[in-house]
């Protein structure tokens, strides 16, 4: 299945990747558990600690995604932690956003909104976490509104951006009043065929070669990773997730920003 990355595997080749596969299991546990952070950790360690193009990271990352996101998606719909409606909104305009990023990133420098985006993560972050310090042990939640505009926008800044789905979603769903657990499975199950979408994309306009020996490592840690997230967010009382959200939101969205403008 891997031939084209890694097409003779030596004892070298697994001690190479055995920093990949614990990326790829700590990333997709955060992920698994808070609805985003698995492309911010990758992607960031892949063009920063290993200088790997943008848009051949970003392809890395997305046809790792394919997979830990689709044993995500089981082990979510699993633990019942699915919204089956916001799903149904959700789906086909991140689909339609991740060609349209991906079509971007392949052709031209999409890098120069991300500073901004980055700010209005950090500002979203910082938001969640007032709103979990004043969140009552039994608050009521509400269905989102604003979903498709959403779901297009996350899906085109995941896509050019090599991550950003989970921040983008997952932290403005729960703005608008959303129930955590629900919110995060639906965006971790909607987002296997937003990266399946967009690995499609990059290998129409790149080719397989955009695809590095890493995403193998990843792909393996990720895997392994999948279940314990969606366990860990049915198990996570709603106050404790929002919190853990808007810390990793704001940390993770510091720290990009901080590399955009260095």
């Not at 990023?101 to 392949?106: E, F, K, Q, S, T």
């Not at 500073?115 to 009521?140: C, K, N, Q, S, T």
């Not at 899906?155 to 979603?169: H, I, K, R, S």
């Amino acid at each position: 299945m891997f031939s084209f990355l890694l097409p003779e595997l030596t004892f070298a080749h697994i001690e190479a990747l055995a920093p990949f596969i614990a990326v790829g299991f700590v990333a997709q546990v955060v992920d698994g558990a808070l609805g985003m952070a698995f492309g911010v950790i990758t992607n960031t360690l892949l063009v920063s600690v290993i200088g790997i193009a943008p848009a051949r990271a970003s392809a890395s990352v997305h046809l790792v995604e394919t997979f830990t996101t689709a044993a995500s998606a089981v082990s979510h719909i699993a633990q019942r932690n699915v919204d089956w409606r916001l799903f149904a909104r959700l789906v086909l305009p991140g689909m339609l956003g991740g060609i349209l990023g991906a079509y971007l990133l392949a052709n031209i420098d999409g890098s120069v909104a991300r500073p901004f985006v980055m700010a209005y993560l950090v500002g979203i972050g910082v938001y969640l976490l007032w709103r979990a310090w004043r969140m009552d042990h039994g608050a009521e939640h509400k269905p989102a509104k604003v979903i498709a505009p959403l779901g297009l926008v996350g899906g085109f800044l995941d896509a050019a951006g090599g991550g950003g789905w989970g921040p983008v979603v997952t932290s403005n769903l729960l703005v608008q009043g959303t129930e955590p657990r629900r919110t995060i499975g639906t965006v971790n199950t909607a987002e296997f065929f937003l990266t399946s979408t967009i690995s499609l994309t990059f290998v129409a306009t790149l080719g397989l070669q955009a695809f590095t020996i890493a995403a193998v490592g990843l792909i393996i840690g990720g895997l392994l990773a999948a279940p314990i997230g969606a366990l860990l967010v049915k198990r996570i009382p709603a106050k404790r997730l929002l919190t853990m959200v808007g810390i990793v939101l704001v940390a993770t969205s510091v720290f990009s920003l901080w590399k955009a403008l260095a």
